[in-house]
């Protein structure tokens, strides 16, 4: 709503209207939520959305209480600070129905165990049980809750240890009576409804019209409510926060005591004295309080009096009248009923009690109490009711509109002021003690009473108008008196006000009580009874006033987040817009003051410590320590992050961002680190995994020719990559041996024929995959259009079953003989012969489940092709001692059959392969053996590095002179990197006192100007200030700001421009990539840097979209 082209309340009620009809009930003012009640279910409570709004920047999905949840979590986990949240809004507004959707969000997003589980369940359950003993209908909502409630969650690393629930003045004077067309609390009716007949005759509960305090205006059923379902779901509750069964029975026998209390009726005896009118109303009441009959009724119709004479005390049985009987009974029914309150809530808070001590708990607090309301006769609750509501107003207008505008004065930061209603004076008016307030002159005449209530209300009011009538904010008036309160005046009937200010629980009544024989009800009444004691007991009001400056002080000791709730209006149905309704409460909530201290404003500020500590990790010369100040770290990042000078501003103490678009580019410049060092960690360990893998296949291959063929050099501990030929990238020849099929092996190899007059050569691409072994060749096309054009066919298939047996020489050469059932066999020298034999060997036994037969000679019996001279014959082929590690091979003697196929020895038969030693990228590492170094002069026999991009040309130089990566056109670099970067990136540059420049540059848009168009701070190292990388975040901004979210709902998530300011690197020589996380560059290359690293390990993104290391000095900056 910030964004609204007219600032007026009625531009706010309009905008609200419209989303409302369209089925939108949130919207923000920065960062307060305001939510409407739409009485109806909304569809977007789902899991999904709870998916959506995890994690998720505040501008990303539409306006959610969610999102305000998440947020509040996250703040909590990263800035380590306890959290709040204030809902407030007249009653009905949706107050309690949001703080659940919190609490359920919360549940549910954070993790852990059993403990976690617990307290989650015990949160969760706590709602419908206090809210069957708290919540009651009444005119304003049917589920209105009559006490007020601050829930903590105690959370340890996110998770849920804890939890611990603080209430607030129960309206307990609704136990007995309630004004028309409202009804008691709800437990009373669960009970009378929903519990099983026996027990219900156990406890001699019938309906509800049957007990008086229940019968009053015959209001029993309430819309859209199911006694019956809501008892069944109490007594979950009940058991969950772990009330046993007869503690549950405890609870029942209290609450049909107190309706049974009702149905006691006096009648007055002569003299004014009251006696029971029918006895049989005792026994009741009497036997589920576990007291003697004649004991309740001696209380409830007189009391002590202690009466001095000298130093002796006399007591004395004063009878009662039928009002003061009454008013006794009412006292005992209404003192039970809110102590067995307070025992459910001492008994869930004790269900959700840290099991463990820990020192790093922070908490999240979400307060919802009884909302603001005017009734037609309001009285002492709706007095506290509504002062507590004044309060929550002011801590608002504190926070929100004064201590914004004070803040920025003070930290020295430019501001006209904005006029609002401060209702601090509202607030003096009831809660002063100098010049006395409307609760200051309460308890003076209550206690000017000494025990006779007759006429003190009257007193009060004449005394009321003696002390409060400056106050503009008093009236007088004929019950009374009235409050011109921030949300509207209310006239106070002021009877009943001193008695229940005194809220004394009769002495004579907690001896009853501790006289019961039930323990339970013993216990609730632990109290000191001294009748000689002068201290007087503490009254309602004062306890209300100590309890809402306490909750005060708790919620300002948190980061404060508000939920303004709108009631749209009386008639509890969707869809009905009551116009001047809203306009009222959008008038008194302030929203128009707050939308223009928001707008004028800045959208964050924050200490310059925690801004450092939160965005560190954006610049490698903040993370994961900055040495230079606090105040020069944020501007380093602010720098870094691209955020231009006049969207932020400097305070003494704090950083303040203007617009909200700035932090959501810092917050996702923040989550994109994250992600980056995420995936390095994830990158270390599956190159971890990934050498296990291959040096398990290593071993697995060697196995088979150990103890019978030696093994190359180079061979021994190569890893295996399958695909030698980039299929990936040849797709017409992936499709002549089956598109969908799985490459296991391919290779260029040399096919052996023996001709004539001497020996045959011929290159064949060979794949093997789950259909077979396929040899493809490449013929010029003899006819049709593309004549003379050389075009791929699969020159030979064997098929596995076709498959008779591998013959292998002992010896260190290549060559590799398959064995063909009924037709000719295939001689081939295969570089990776070793890899080709053990997946063979893997796929067939997976395919046809058989072993492939591997015989190793020095002397091999082949049938060679048909097609040829000398076809289909039997012939031969020697291995033998030869002068090089390539093999010399000759055909001897014409027609004589023979091959001769000569090598040198290689390395032993027994060898295997070694694991190299792993590490993790987390720690310097040497580069591997196959460094650089020896690429530049490669050792002979080396094998390629990368496979997979080795070309077809260079395929025939591996079989021809073993070395696959050619030496550098130019000279080597005589400087090599022999270490990795780490992952904790340094500089050792650090910038000085950047503060001090930036106040200065924010002094006149001249010096800007200049300090944009030159170097920006002329006396300082500026080395970090320009950052190589920090194009991502500049793209994020005007990606942003180009498309600034809209304020209504299902707003998209603003597209990132790609713009590439990265520098750019030309290779100067090759490069293969010797693991995982490299990549390969090719001599002329232009690619992004991303990353220039002092190790000499340098990391880019190349023209194949791949991003990794690769060594610095192989390239030269363009
Ligand atoms: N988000 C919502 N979706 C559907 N119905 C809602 C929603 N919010 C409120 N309601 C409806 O409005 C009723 C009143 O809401 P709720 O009890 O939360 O008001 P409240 O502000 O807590 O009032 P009080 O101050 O009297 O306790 C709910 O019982 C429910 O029927
Ligand atoms: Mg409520």
């Given at each position: 709503m910030t964004l609204l082209s007219e600032i007026k309340d009625s531009a706010i009620v309009e905008n609200l209207k419209k989303r409302f009809l369209n089925d939108w009930i949130f919207t923000y003012i920065g960062p307060v939520l305001i939510s409407v009640n739409p009485f109806k279910p909304m569809k977007y409570f789902t899991h999904k959305e709870i998916d959506?709004?995890?994690?998720?920047?505040?501008?990303?999905?539409?306006?959610?209480?969610?999102?305000?949840?998440?947020?509040?979590?996250?703040?909590?986990?990263?800035?380590?600070?306890?959290?709040?949240?204030?809902?407030?809004?007249?009653?009905?507004?949706?107050?309690?129905?949001?703080?659940?959707?919190?609490?359920?969000?919360?549940?549910?997003?954070?993790?852990?165990?059993?403990?976690?589980?617990?307290?989650?369940?015990?949160i969760l359950q706590s709602n419908p049980l206090l809210e069957a003993f708290g919540n009651a209908k009444t005119v304003r909502n049917n589920n209105s809750s009559r006490f007020g409630k601050y829930v903590e969650i105690l959370f340890d690393s996110g998770q849920p240890v804890g939890g611990k629930i603080s209430n607030f003045l129960l309206e307990k004077s609704r136990v007995v009576t309630q004004n028309p067309n409202e009804r008691g609390f709800h437990i009373f009716y669960q009970?009378?409804?929903?519990?099983?007949?026996?027990?219900?005759?156990?406890?001699?509960?019938?309906?509800?019209?049957?007990?008086?305090?229940?019968?009053?205006?015959?209001?029993?059923?309430?819309?859209?409510?199911?006694?019956?379902?809501?008892?069944?779901?109490?007594?979950?509750?009940?058991?969950?926060?772990?009330?046993?069964?007869?503690e549950q029975g405890n609870i029942v026998q209290i609450v049909a005591a107190i309706l049974h209390l009702g149905n006691i009726i006096f009648t007055e005896e002569g003299?004014?004295?009251?006696?029971?009118?029918?006895?049989?109303?005792?026994?009741?009441?009497?036997?589920?309080?576990?007291?003697?009959?004649?004991?309740?009724?001696?209380?409830?119709?007189?009391?002590?009096?202690?009466?001095r004479w000298g130093s002796k005390t006399e007591r004395l049985d004063v009878t009662s009248n039928v009002q003061q009987a009454e008013t006794t009974r009412d006292a005992l029914a209404k003192g039970l009923y809110a102590r067995l309150f307070d025992y459910l809530v001492k008994k869930t808070n004790e269900a959700m009690k840290m099991k463990t001590k820990s020192n790093g708990v922070l908490n999240l607090g979400i307060?919802?109490?009884?909302?603001?309301?005017?009734?037609?006769?309001?009285?002492?609750?709706?007095?506290?009711?509504?002062?507590?509501?004044?309060?929550?107003?002011?801590?608002?207008?504190?926070?929100?509109?004064?201590?914004?505008?004070?803040?920025?004065?003070?930290?020295?930061?430019?501001?006209?002021?904005?006029?609002?209603?401060?209702?601090?004076?509202?607030?003096?008016?009831?809660?002063?003690?100098?010049?006395?307030?409307?609760m200051a002159v309460l308890d003076d005449v209550c206690s000017s009473q000494h025990g006779v209530n007759e006429g003190a209300d009257t007193n009060l009011k004449s005394k009321l108008m003696e002390n409060c009538r400056k106050n503009q904010h008093f009236q007088d008036n004929a019950q009374g008196f009235a409050i011109h309160h921030y949300a509207g005046v209310v006239s106070y009937n002021v009877e009943g006000f001193c008695e229940r200010n005194k809220d004394v629980f009769n002495v004579d009544l907690i001896e009853l009580m501790q006289s019961s024989r039930c323990l339970f009800i013993k216990n609730l009444f632990p109290d000191v009874v001294?009748?000689?004691?002068?201290?007087?007991?503490?009254?309602?009001?004062?306890?209300?006033?100590?309890?809402?400056?306490?909750?005060?002080?708790?919620?300002?000791?948190?980061?404060?987040?508000?939920?303004?709730?709108?009631?749209?209006?009386?008639?509890?149905?969707?869809?009905?817009w009551e116009g001047v309704r809203v306009a009222h409460q959008v008038e008194y909530l302030g929203l128009k003051e707050n939308i223009r201290v928001r707008r004028a404003g800045f959208a964050y500020r924050r200490p310059f410590e925690k801004f450092l500590h939160r965005y560190a990790i954006l610049t490698k010369d903040t993370w994961n320590k900055w040495s230079g100040s606090p105040q020069n770290g944020v501007l380093h990042i602010m720098k870094s992050a691209k955020i231009r000078q006049d969207e932020f501003q400097m305070g003494q103490t704090k950083v303040f961002v203007k617009a909200p678009e700035s932090l959501f580019l810092l917050e996702e410049s923040r989550e994109k680190q994250f992600d980056h060092f995420a995936r390095i960690i994830q990158k270390a360990f599956q190159r971890y995994f990934n050498r296990q893998k291959f040096f398990r296949e290593k071993e697995q291959a060697a196995e088979f020719s150990y103890k019978k063929k030696q093994r190359r050099a180079h061979s021994l501990n190569r890893n295996f990559f399958a695909d030698y030929i980039g299929?990936?990238?040849?797709?017409?020849?992936?499709?002549?041996?089956?598109?969908?099929?799985?490459?296991?092996?391919?290779?260029?190899?040399?096919?052996?024929?023996?001709?004539?007059?001497?020996?045959?050569?011929?290159?064949?691409?060979?794949?093997?995959?789950?259909?077979?072994?396929?040899?493809?060749?490449?013929?010029?096309?003899?006819?049709g259009p593309n004549k003379g054009q050389e075009v791929e066919t699969v020159s030979r298939m064997i098929a596995f079953d076709q498959l008779s047996h591998v013959s292998l020489s002992t010896r260190q050469d290549d060559f590799v003989i398959l064995h063909v059932v009924n037709s000719y066999d295939s001689v081939l020298q295969i570089p990776f012969k070793t890899e080709f034999i053990s997946v063979l060997r893997r796929v067939v036994q997976n395919r046809v489940q058989r072993d492939v037969r591997v015989v190793f000679a020095d002397r091999v019996e082949f049938t060679s092709?048909?097609?040829?001279?000398?076809?289909?014959?039997?012939?031969?082929?020697?291995?033998?001692?030869?002068?090089?590690?390539?093999?010399?091979?000759?055909?001897?003697?014409?027609?004589?059959?023979?091959?001769?196929?000569?090598?040198?020895?290689?390395?032993?038969?027994?060898?295997?392969?070694?694991?190299?030693?792993?590490?993790?990228?987390?720690?310097?590492?040497?580069?591997?053996?196959?460094?650089?170094?020896?690429?530049?002069?490669?050792?002979?026999?080396?094998?390629?590095?990368?496979?997979?991009?080795?070309?077809?040309?260079?395929?025939?130089?591996?079989?021809?002179d073993a070395p696959v990566v050619p030496p550098p056109s130019h000279p080597a670099p005589a400087f090599q990197p022999r270490f990795r970067p780490s992952v904790k990136l340094q500089s050792t540059e650090r910038p000085t006192d950047l503060l001090a420049q930036l106040k200065r540059s924010q002094s006149s848009a001249s010096q800007i100007k200049r300090q944009e168009s030159s170097k920006p701070f002329p006396d300082q190292n500026m080395n970090y200030l320009q950052t190589p990388e920090g194009g991502q975040a500049l793209r994020l901004r005007d990606s942003i700001k180009g498309q600034r979210p809209l304020p209504a709902g299902g707003r998209p998530k603003p597209k990132l421009k790609q713009i590439n300011a990265r520098p750019k690197v030309r290779a100067l020589y090759e490069y293969k990539a010797q693991d995982v996380d490299e990549i390969d560059i090719s001599i002329g290359e232009e690619f992004d840097l991303v990353e220039e690293d002092e190790s000499g390990w340098w990391r880019g993104i190349n023209n194949m979209g791949q991003e990794g290391f690769f060594p610095g000095t192989y390239v030269t900056r363009v």
């Open positions: 959506l709004y995890q994690g998720a920047a505040q501008y990303e999905n539409p306006p959610h209480v969610y999102a305000l949840a998440d947020t509040m979590y996250r703040n909590m986990t990263i800035d380590n600070e306890n959290q709040c949240v204030i809902i407030s809004g007249e009653s009905g507004a949706g107050k309690t129905f949001v703080a659940k959707y919190i609490m359920s969000y919360l549940s549910q997003v954070s993790g852990g165990g059993q403990t976690a589980q617990q307290v989650k369940d015990v009970f009378c409804r929903g519990m099983p007949s026996e027990m219900r005759e156990d406890f001699g509960l019938t309906d509800p019209d049957y007990f008086n305090y229940l019968n009053l205006h015959q209001c029993y059923e309430v819309d859209g409510t199911d006694d019956v379902a809501d008892y069944a779901e109490t007594i979950t509750a009940m058991t969950t926060i772990g009330l046993i069964e007869e003299n004014d004295k009251a006696i029971v009118e029918n006895q049989e109303w005792l026994a009741f009441p009497a036997f589920l309080l576990q007291v003697e009959k004649a004991q309740l009724e001696k209380k409830l119709i007189s009391r002590v009096m202690e009466t307060l919802d109490i009884y909302g603001f309301e005017i009734f037609q006769k309001n009285g002492f609750e709706q007095f506290c009711i509504n002062f507590v509501n004044e309060k929550l107003q002011q801590i608002f207008i504190e926070l929100t509109l004064k201590a914004e505008q004070e803040e920025y004065v003070q930290e020295g930061i430019q501001w006209t002021p904005i006029e609002y209603f401060n209702n601090a004076i509202v607030c003096q008016l009831i809660e002063e003690k100098r010049p006395p307030g409307v001294d009748r000689s004691s002068k201290k007087r007991p503490i009254t309602a009001g004062a306890k209300i006033k100590s309890q809402a400056n306490d909750l005060v002080k708790s919620l300002m000791l948190c980061t404060p987040h508000y939920i303004r709730c709108i009631k749209p209006n009386e008639t509890k149905k969707p869809l009905d299929l990936e990238d040849k797709p017409s020849l992936k499709s002549l041996v089956g598109k969908r099929e799985k490459v296991e092996f391919a290779q260029t190899v040399n096919r052996y024929d023996k001709k004539l007059k001497g020996i045959k050569t011929a290159k064949r691409d060979l794949i093997l995959n789950g259909r077979g072994i396929f040899l493809v060749g490449r013929e010029l096309e003899k006819k092709d048909k097609s040829r001279i000398g076809s289909g014959k039997k012939r031969l082929i020697f291995f033998e001692n030869g002068s090089s590690n390539q093999e010399q091979v000759s055909a001897p003697g014409l027609l004589k059959g023979e091959l001769r196929v000569a090598v040198k020895d290689g390395l032993p038969n027994t060898s295997k392969p070694i694991q190299a030693v792993i590490r993790l990228r987390a720690q310097v590492r040497v580069a591997p053996k196959m460094g650089l170094q020896s690429l530049v002069t490669p050792p002979t026999g080396q094998q390629p590095t990368n496979p997979r991009r080795v070309t077809p040309s260079q395929q025939s130089q591996v079989i021809r």
